[in-house]
């Protein structure tokens, strides 16, 4: 048996990757890392009394608290109204209305991709289905008008990655869950750092073309306002839904859960305007839904578990007093912080480092003087940096199915992307009344 805490912090790491590594689905893997750790704890008490009392009831106990919220149920419903909106002609409505307007800028129809997926990120809440609904038409497209392909990839990889900063964000959801930070204030802190990343690729894109003029094919075209006011038709219901769904929340004038219910009817709506709406579309939506919100809450509940036995066996206050003792800064412990996160992007994917890590790293982000609501869009913006992190970075993936890529050469187009992130961490961390400033103008 075993009683110190720095011991099993390491024990803590071996057995949990041993599991991830074996294959076990992450939720199994969290339950059982947990369970280990109770077995090598010394309780002093007899087998029977300390798998009942302890380890039942700490799991038992762990897996109501962590799922009797009405936050979830908002998650649900936003992987629905993403779900439905992913079965719609969305993607190609986004592409034909937002056409017309880019021909004058440097770069044009490059724009699309970061233009497109920070509209989609804005109504799905998730990278996956961003980065395939908008690459999916985008990158064909580009391609046979003659841009640049490492542009038209590596600006996918990154502007993909929106998903989970531009609200409604289920990283944002579920980090409000474990952290019990608001989650309309969340909503509202990721808007500006998200129309800022997005911003700083739009101008990346535009410098690029103007130094790289053969990036961008010549303009053939050109049509009168009335043609482009015509053709930007069918992205009004799109804009319609991100008012509904954020503006209700902003506003005061409902919860998260009220919102994405809202957002489910309007999606509902979206797909019987674009004529999409069908038995075989309703079908493949909620089949889905229920798979991947299954799938995130038995990732949470094993979290939750996990994070309470860290909790009973000291390890999380032995590793905040060890951290504590290195004497690092402020800023260098978050310096620390960031690079650990993007070593786990390379092997976890992005809810599992938020659940797994959140319940150490958060009492020590907030000792040192980080608030939770800056540290959650923190957390958010290194989960993207996982997304196009290699080996296992969930975007590269998605685009190498729909692109026909090499993994290497996504990779190398969307390093630029990779270093833009790097960037606006720098700045959100230099001037946090970004992050801050629309959450202080909320209507409570």
Same mark, same amino acid.
């Given at each position: 048996?075993?009683?110190?805490?720095?011991?099993?912090?390491?024990?803590?790491?071996?057995?949990?990757?041993?599991?991830?590594?074996?294959?076990?689905?992450?939720?199994?893997?969290?339950?059982?890392?947990?369970?280990?750790?109770?077995?090598?704890?010394?309780?002093?008490?007899?087998?029977?009394?300390?798998?009942?009392?302890?380890?039942?009831?700490?799991?038992?106990?762990?897996?109501? $608290?962590?799922?009797?919220?009405?936050?979830? /149920?908002?998650?649900? @419903?936003?992987? +629905? =109204?993403?779900?439905?909106? *992913?079965? !719609?002609?969305?993607?190609?409505?986004?592409?034909?209305?937002?056409?017309?307007?880019?021909?004058?800028?440097?770069?044009?129809?490059?724009?699309?991709?970061?233009?497109?997926?920070?509209?989609?990120?804005?109504?799905?809440?998730?990278?996956?289905?961003?980065?395939?609904?908008?690459?999916?038409?985008?990158?064909?497209?580009?391609?046979?008008?003659?841009?640049?392909?490492?542009?038209?990839?590596?600006?996918?990889?990154?502007?993909?990655?929106?998903?989970?900063?531009?609200?409604?964000?289920?990283?944002?959801?579920?980090?409000?869950?474990?952290? $019990?930070?608001?989650?309309?204030?969340?909503? /509202?802190?990721?808007? @500006?750092?998200? +129309? =800022?990343?997005?911003?700083? *690729?739009? !101008?990346?894109?535009?410098?690029?073309?103007?130094?790289?003029?053969?990036?961008?094919?010549?303009?053939?075209?050109?049509?009168?306002?009335?043609?482009?006011?015509?053709?930007?038709?069918?992205?009004?219901?799109?804009?319609?839904?991100?008012?509904?769904?954020?503006?209700?929340?902003?506003?005061?004038?409902?919860?998260?859960?009220?919102?994405?219910?809202?957002?489910?009817?309007?999606?509902?709506?979206?797909?019987?305007?674009?004529?999409?709406?069908?038995?075989?579309?309703?079908?493949?939506?909620?089949?889905?839904?229920?798979?991947?919100?299954?799938?995130?809450?038995?990732?949470?509940?094993? /979290?939750?578990?996990?994070?309470?036995?860290?909790?009973?066996?000291?390890?999380?206050?032995?590793?905040?007093?060890?951290?504590?003792?290195?004497?690092?800064?402020?800023?260098?412990?978050?310096?620390?912080?960031?690079?650990?996160?993007?070593?786990?992007?390379?092997?976890?994917?992005?809810?599992?480092?938020?659940?797994?890590?959140?319940?150490?790293?958060?009492?020590?982000?907030?000792?040192?003087?980080?608030?939770?609501?800056?540290?959650?869009?923190?957390?958010?913006?290194?989960?993207?940096?996982?997304?196009?992190?290699?080996?296992?970075?969930?975007?590269?993936?998605?685009?190498?199915?729909?692109?026909?890529?090499?993994?290497?050469?996504?990779?190398?187009?969307?390093?630029?992307?990779?270093?833009?992130?790097?960037?606006?961490?720098?700045?959100?961390?230099?001037?946090?009344?970004?992050?801050?400033?629309?959450?202080?103008?909320?209507?409570?």
């Amino acid at each position: 048996m075993i009683s110190d805490p720095l011991t099993l912090t390491v024990l803590l790491f071996v057995i949990l990757f041993t599991f991830l590594l074996s294959g076990l689905w992450i939720g199994f893997s969290l339950f059982s890392t947990g369970i280990t750790l109770m077995l090598l704890y010394n309780f002093n008490l007899p087998p029977a009394i300390f798998i009942w009392n302890k380890i039942g009831g700490l799991m038992a106990n762990s897996i109501w $608290n962590s799922t009797d919220s009405w936050s979830l /149920a908002s998650l649900s @419903l936003f992987i +629905l =109204m993403g779900e439905l909106l *992913y079965e !719609t002609d969305l993607s190609s409505k986004l592409f034909n209305g937002l056409v017309p307007w880019l021909t004058k800028v440097p770069g044009r129809l490059l724009h699309i991709n970061v233009i497109a997926c920070s509209m989609f990120a804005a109504v799905s809440g998730s990278s996956a289905a961003t980065t395939a609904t908008i690459g999916k038409i985008t990158l064909n497209e580009l391609s046979k008008r003659g841009y640049d392909r490492g542009l038209s990839v590596g600006s996918l990889a990154g502007a993909g990655t929106l998903g989970f900063l531009i609200p409604p964000s289920i990283i944002m959801i579920i980090y409000g869950v474990l952290s $019990n930070t608001s989650i309309g204030k969340l909503f /509202a802190a990721g808007i @500006l750092p998200g +129309l =800022m990343l997005g911003g700083f *690729y739009s !101008t990346y894109i535009a410098i690029y073309s103007l130094i790289n003029p053969a990036t961008v094919p010549k303009e053939t075209t050109k049509q009168s306002l009335k043609e482009k006011l015509i053709a930007s038709a069918g992205i009004i219901p799109v804009f319609a839904l991100i008012v509904i769904v954020l503006g209700s929340i902003y506003l005061g004038f409902a919860t998260p859960t009220e919102a994405a219910a809202l957002g489910v009817v309007g999606s509902l709506i979206t797909a019987l305007l674009f004529k999409s709406l069908t038995f075989a579309t309703l079908k493949n939506a909620f089949m889905s839904s229920v798979k991947t919100t299954a799938m995130i809450v038995f990732i949470v509940t094993g /979290a939750a578990f996990l994070s309470q036995v860290v909790g009973f066996v000291g390890i999380a206050r032995a590793l905040s007093l060890f951290v504590a003792e290195l004497g690092l800064s402020k800023y260098m412990l978050l310096v620390v912080i960031g690079i650990m996160y993007m070593l786990m992007g390379m092997v976890l994917d992005g809810i599992s480092m938020v659940v797994m890590t959140l319940p150490i790293i958060l009492p020590i982000m907030v000792s040192a003087g980080f608030s939770p609501l800056w540290f959650g869009i923190f957390l958010v913006i290194m989960v993207e940096l996982a997304q196009i992190t290699p080996p296992v970075g969930f975007s590269l993936f998605v685009i190498q199915g729909i692109s026909n890529e090499t993994t290497s050469n996504i990779i190398k187009y969307s390093f630029p992307f990779f270093l833009i992130m790097i960037l606006a961490i720098v700045i959100l961390t230099l001037f946090p009344e970004i992050v801050y400033y629309l959450p202080n103008q909320m209507i409570h």
